[in-house]
């Protein structure tokens, strides 16, 4: 491991650790449920908490819709009681990801560029974007997606570098089974290592018999397992190996995706738009400087195709309607992958512009043009952290009255089962604030309409309403809405709120009152 510890990269540690932990402890000192603003995120991490603390515990609530390994890598600190409940169970793997990520594209730069410093700065521009820092500290799977994309950027050039090494084909290959495993714009990158693959092959770069050719492509195309694992997942689980692409469909709103679909200028405005508020205008403009530049060696024009790929499949995705963002930075998040090809490619120019600098003045007002937007994203809000805008306007539009239902029934909780009629997003994040075993809860949705169309109150003790619930529950929820004075026969209505109705059956609220009034 000593190459760990030359100085750059311990210096970059350093300051990569010091920021995300002050930068979540700013945050989490603001509002102890920062890091679950985000729908998803308090999602992903009731989904992972589901695999030790449900009505039905083990392997199957890997389900569909998600790729499963940010959720077996975020497992060991969900499992964790004061990490779930207070939602800090994202923080130790996403910086430890974060980290990585940056170790790598250290890498990748220094060995491009040949400067140490160059890498440094190009590492420390990813690791301190505040955009990514607050994706890192939350339960979501861009953490993971940053690390093993760069991880496999780095195997790569490793490798295109000396193609007989096929030990770094195999490392590459390794991290783009993990990347797989965690988005799906990756999944186009194992059919490109195989065209490389092809490519080095037929033009014999590759030194070595037909045992290393066929070694080769065995290693190129094992990169795909991640993918068909998961394929054979959703084949044995639920009899339809595409099941996943249906799941991605249904979840977002036809409101948004018409506005995308089939209008691919609208989609490149909104999606470059995005670009330049994530990075900012400087590191945009030395990515695009990078076109004009000299003519670079195929290797590394193989790297950036590479690592274009990922963000051409997110921009099909949303120009046929299976992937959505809007102007309001909805899934902003989305635009993270471009991040890296446009470092690389940026850093080449910033060591170009050094080169030609007479002195160390005019290099470090370049660094600093470059590292500056990140104080201008915390300090001008027409700016904006724009994934944090993301995560905060959707819960303060409505779920501040989830976190206030969830928080009264930790109050008056005594046991029992509580059935949560609001949909799985709304029912996520009333858990949480709630404290309570999420195996007590149940969450409701239509396959459950003949028992909650007859007898709720014989199995739930308790009844969570939603008044605006999530498309899933909406029927039940409008039904039980409409015959109120049925519900209210069995049931009382303990806290009430803009949103949400938390009910009490009132035989046990009856009971618990007495027990509450009788002198000791």
């Known amino acids: 491991m000593r190459w760990l510890w030359k100085r750059e990269r311990l210096f970059l540690i350093v300051i990569l650790l010091a920021g995300a932990c002050l930068t979540g402890l700013a945050l989490y000192s603001s509002d102890h449920y920062v890091f679950v603003y985000s729908g998803?995120?308090?999602?992903?991490?009731?989904?992972?908490?589901?695999?030790?603390?449900?009505?039905?515990?083990?392997?199957?609530?890997?389900?569909?819709?998600?790729?499963p390994l940010p959720h077996l890598l975020l497992l060991p600190f969900a499992a964790n009681d004061f990490l779930f409940y207070n939602g800090l169970a994202a923080i130790i793997p996403g910086i430890a990801c974060l980290i990585g990520a940056a170790l790598a594209l250290y890498g990748v730069i220094r060995r491009i560029t040949?400067?140490?410093?160059?890498?440094?700065?190009?590492?420390?521009?990813?690791?301190?974007?505040?955009?990514?820092?607050?994706?890192?500290?939350?339960?979501?799977?861009?953490?993971?997606?940053?690390?093993?994309?760069?991880?496999?950027?780095?195997?790569?050039?490793?490798?295109?570098?000396?193609?007989?090494?096929?030990?770094?084909?195999?490392f590459c290959s390794a991290t783009l089974c993990c990347a797989t495993l965690s988005r799906y714009e990756t999944w186009p990158l194992p059919g490109a290592l195989v065209l490389i693959s092809i490519y080095l092959l037929l033009t014999r770069q590759i030194p070595g018999g037909w045992g290393k050719r066929a070694a080769v492509l065995l290693l190129s195309a094992a990169s795909s397992l991640g993918a068909l694992a998961w394929l054979l997942w959703n084949f044995t689980e639920y009899g339809d190996p595409v099941q996943f692409a249906k799941a991605i469909y249904d979840?977002?709103?036809?409101?948004?995706?018409?506005?995308?679909?089939?209008h691919p200028v609208t989609v490149l405005s909104l999606y470059g738009k995005t670009v330049l508020y994530m990075f900012g205008p400087v590191l945009l403009g030395l990515g695009l400087a990078a076109i004009g530049g000299k003519r670079r060696n195929r290797k590394l024009l193989l790297l950036y195709g590479f690592l274009l790929l990922p963000?051409?499949?997110?921009?099909?995705?949303?120009?046929?309607?299976?992937?959505?963002?809007?102007?309001?930075?909805?899934?902003?998040?989305?635009?993270?992958?471009?991040?890296?090809?446009?470092?690389?490619?940026?850093?080449?120019?910033?060591?170009?512009?050094?080169?030609?600098?007479?002195?160390?003045?005019?290099?470090?007002?370049?660094?600093?043009a470059l590292l500056s937007f990140s104080l201008v994203q915390v300090a001008v809000p027409s700016v904006g952290v724009i994934t944090f805008i993301d995560a905060a306007k959707g819960f303060f539009e409505q779920s501040t009255y989830a976190t206030e239902v969830g928080e009264r029934l930790a109050e008056v909780y005594s046991g029992g089962s509580i059935a949560l009629l609001a949909g799985h997003s709304q029912g996520h994040r009333i858990m949480i604030p709630s404290g309570i075993p999420i195996n007590r809860f149940r969450i409701v949705s239509e396959r459950d309409s003949l028992e909650l169309h007859s007898m709720p109150w014989e199995r739930n003790r308790y009844f969570i309403l939603s008044k605006d619930p999530d498309p899933e529950a909406e029927a039940l929820a409008s039904y039980w809405l409409d015959h109120f004075s049925l519900l209210s026969t069995h049931y009382m209505v303990v806290s009430e709120n803009p949103e949400y109705l938390l009910l009490e059956r009132k035989e046990d609220r009856l009971i618990r009152t007495a027990s509450a009034n009788v002198v000791p």
């Open 251 to 262: 979840i977002g709103p036809s409101d948004s995706r018409a506005g995308l679909a089939g």
């Open 114 to 170: 040949g400067s140490r410093s160059i890498g440094l700065v190009g590492a420390l521009v990813i690791g301190l974007n505040p955009n990514i820092l607050y994706l890192s500290l939350i339960p979501m799977s861009e953490a993971t997606l940053l690390l093993f994309l760069s991880a496999a950027a780095y195997c790569l050039l490793r490798w295109l570098e000396q193609p007989g090494a096929l030990r770094w084909l195999g």
């Open 40 to 67: 998803d995120a308090s999602s992903h991490l009731v989904r992972t908490r589901q695999f030790v603390d449900s009505q039905q515990t083990g392997i199957h609530n890997v389900g569909t819709a998600w790729l």
């Open 311 to 368: 963000p051409l499949f997110t921009l099909v995705s949303l120009e046929r309607g299976f992937a959505q963002m809007d102007e309001w930075w909805w899934n902003s998040r989305y635009v993270l992958p471009l991040g890296i090809p446009l470092l690389i490619a940026g850093s080449t120019v910033l060591h170009h512009l050094w080169s030609r600098s007479a002195g160390r003045t005019g290099k470090l007002a370049m660094t600093a």
